[in-house]
């Protein structure tokens, strides 16, 4: 069975800053690794995707992140972070035979 | 423009009343899914489905149908048994299950 799991559920960091939202996941077979992001009140967005390939990948909005299947994590990052970059954003996995799992999410703040 | 529409986007019901959202997508995806979202618990399965005249339960199914006649439409019925519907209800789509999903605007329930 595969499952998300989202550390921290809620991440401040300060405008210029490094943003870092970590996500692990399990699989048992090879994974397909998704980010999403929310705005208030509305559906989620595809931010990136990793399938096979290159395991660094990069995103809209100047988002990226990394597989690394020794640690069986995708980390999400961006060097600077922006207010408009405020928002919740979800890992989530799945693969070939099985359905897509969300994690619990994380509300990135961004601090002035 | 290909995507996912959901309506109403604001539902109020009585309680003791059954209301059906709609979900209707263009982008010709055999897999169709609904989630419900409560804060601080993330996207929740409520049923999935794969293609047209089958449809399984997700985590929290109790109090919930659906139906999926046509393959662009996955119509969800709160029924009177769900004794806490007030929440924010998400539709997407996947063309496969290895593939990304694409998210409705999100219909938000409020009892009343």
């Known amino acids: 069975a595969q499952s998300v799991t989202q550390l921290g559920s809620h991440v401040s960091v300060s405008e210029g800053a490094l943003v870092l939202l970590r996500c692990n996941y399990s699989?048992?077979?090879?994974?397909?690794l998704f980010w999403y992001v929310q705005y208030p009140n509305q559906g989620l967005q595809l931010l990136l995707k990793?399938?096979?390939?290159?395991?660094l990948v990069k995103g809209i909005n100047g988002f990226e992140a990394e597989f690394k299947k020794s640690e069986t994590s995708f980390h999400l990052t961006k060097p600077s972070a922006h207010m408009s970059d405020a928002a919740e954003y979800f890992c989530?996995?799945?693969?070939?035979?099985?359905?897509?799992?969300f994690g619990k999410g994380t509300r990135l703040h961004i601090l002035p | 423009d290909g995507g996912i529409t959901q309506s109403p986007k604001y539902l109020f019901r009585k309680e003791g009343q059954n209301v059906t959202l709609s979900c209707e997508q263009n982008?010709?995806?055999?897999?169709m899914y609904w989630y419900r979202q409560d804060p601080g618990q993330g996207l929740r399965l409520i049923y999935y489905s794969q293609i047209v005249n089958d449809f399984q339960k997700g985590d929290i199914a109790e109090g919930y149908s659906v139906s999926r006649e046509k393959k662009e439409s996955f119509p969800l019925t709160v029924t009177s048994a769900q004794k806490n519907p007030t929440a924010f209800y998400l539709c997407?789509?996947?063309?496969?299950?290895?593939?990304?999903?694409?998210f409705g605007q999100g219909t938000r329930l409020t009892v009343v």
């Open positions: 997407a789509s996947t063309r496969s299950f290895d593939s990304e999903a694409f």
């Open positions: 990793y399938t096979t390939g290159a395991t």
């Open positions: 989530a996995v799945t693969n070939r035979d099985d359905k897509i799992i």
């Open positions: 699989s048992s077979v090879p994974p397909y």
């Open positions: 982008l010709n995806h055999d897999a």
